[in-house]
């Protein structure tokens, strides 16, 4: 048996599935998988990396976020906006600037993203650059078009919509989806906060809409996320049958719901961020309706967090918002919602993977993806170790290293001010 391509030596394992950190373990990774996960006896080998008892968790995957060219959401990833008089900027730059966006999502130890809705394709593109080699990132789960009833926000977001109406248009929707390559069906299940014309409460879609769709996609063997923020659009949408519930604040009102989804394992991708960038974050460019709204959404959003835990319904990790890299600001929100930090990350790992229906990524287990983040710092103790920069240690993706250990990095018990 030639060399594994990775040791990991030493390594202090969290994961969703042991209640507590499993201290003094070796992983052994080859071809892009985890090959061995056992203890870690007498001295290292000679080609491990010895982590030093440092934090080894699963790669951080975000189940909802928009690879939308946004630049007050890209910030520093963006295109620089052209001065007036200066030459108009290429459309094709944008893929530079999706390329850096997804080294930045690898660097936060982001190793798996689930786009939710994009223009003129750029999930799709950047998916395949990375497929190709042609620049590193995470791995991408696109859904092509937000499919959408004929309604005010396809004026708004253009290329992110496919719209249709009625049950057969709706089946043909989820087709065009996957002729143009999508991984799984995201769909308007109701009216969004972002667009004023629009009210999120009530469904968008009649029941006779909805179950053609997810009946179409289901039979293709496609899995389905529903945009769903009142509780209209929620019944719809969990009576369905769709996998994902996309923010879902409303829930707390409806326990029979969220009885109804942990039985049948519909998770739910609450997005806080999403409610403090247009209530707060960008509320000098929302309409000032929206931002009103957007603060009461952001308490029920709360209150359905932690009512959907205690119902036992999975939840996931989604961002939904900016900069690229940022993505752990959502995990701290949870958090800091009343979640654990152990529960927080659950949800940012396994529970993100069985959203996005993966079942070769989410903990650190013989067989998975090597998708590996080492952390220099204990984050139950401080979540926020997932946001420093200093703190992320080490990245590996599908098996190949991402962020390098610095080349002098104290071990455990060595002090930085001594320098040994
Ligand atoms: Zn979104």
Same mark, same amino acid.
């Given at each position: ?5 990775? &040791? ?6 969290? %994961? ?16 892009? /998988? $985890?090959?061995?996960? %056992? ?32 630049? *007050? ?32 999502? @690898? ?33 991408? @789960?696109?859904?092509?078009? $937000? $499919? ?31 002729? /143009? ?33 997810? %009946? ?26 769709? %996998?994902?519930?996309?923010?879902? @604040? ?9 009885? *109804? ?19 707060? /974050? ?12 957007? *603060? ?123 320098? &040994?």
């Amino acid at each position: 048996m030639p060399n594994p391509d990775l &040791v990991l030596w030493d390594a202090t394992l969290i %994961d969703c599935r042991a209640p507590h950190p499993v201290e003094g373990m070796r992983i052994t990774v080859r071809g892009g /998988r $985890i090959e061995q996960v %056992d203890a870690a006896e007498g001295p290292p080998p000679p080609n491990a990396i010895d982590v030093a008892g440092r934090f080894v968790l699963p790669g951080l995957i975000d189940a909802h976020i928009h690879l939308a060219d946004d630049p *007050k959401m890209l910030e520093a990833a963006a295109l620089p906006k052209p001065l007036q008089g200066e030459e108009p900027r290429p459309r094709e730059l944008v893929y530079f600037a999706l390329a850096n966006a997804a080294r930045a999502f @690898l660097r936060a130890g982001v190793t798996t993203i689930r786009d939710v809705g994009c223009y003129d394709d750029n999930a799709l593109v950047l998916r395949e650059a990375i497929r190709l080699g042609l620049t590193e990132g995470p791995r991408i @789960l696109a859904c092509g078009r $937000i $499919i959408s009833a004929t309604a005010p926000g396809g004026r708004i977001f253009n290329t992110m919509y496919e719209e249709g109406d009625g049950p057969w248009e709706m089946r043909s929707c989820v087709r065009k989806q996957l002729r /143009r390559g999508a991984d799984y069906i995201k769909v308007m299940a109701g009216g969004a906060r972002s667009v004023d014309r629009e009210n999120p409460e009530p469904a968008q879609l009649t029941r006779e809409e909805m179950d053609a769709l997810v %009946d179409e996609a289901h039979r293709l063997g496609l899995r389905v996320a529903a945009h769903a923020e009142g509780l209209g659009a929620v019944r719809l949408a969990v009576e369905a049958g769709v %996998d994902t519930i996309e923010h879902g @604040l409303s829930l707390h009102r409806a326990p029979d719901l969220l009885d *109804k989804m942990a039985r049948n394992g519909i998770v739910l991708v609450p997005t806080l961020s999403t409610f403090h960038d247009v209530g707060e /974050r960008f509320a000098n460019v929302f309409a000032p309706r929206l931002v009103e709204q957007a *603060k009461r959404q952001r308490e029920e959003a709360y209150r359905t967090l932690i009512a959907a835990r205690d119902a036992g319904v999975t939840l996931a990790m989604g961002f939904d918002s900016g900069p690229p890299g940022r993505d752990a600001l959502e995990l701290v929100r949870m958090v800091e919602g009343g979640l654990s930090a152990h529960e927080g990350i659950t949800a940012a790992t396994a529970g993100s993977a069985l959203a996005l229906g993966l079942t070769d990524a989410g903990t650190i287990e013989q067989g998975k993806v090597a998708d590996i983040v080492v952390l220099d710092g204990n984050p139950l103790v401080d979540i926020t170790a997932f946001m420093q920069p200093e703190k992320i240690w080490m990245v590996v993706s599908a098996g190949r290293v991402a962020v390098a250990p610095p080349t002098h990095s104290p071990a455990r018990g060595e002090s930085i001010a001594t320098g &040994v």
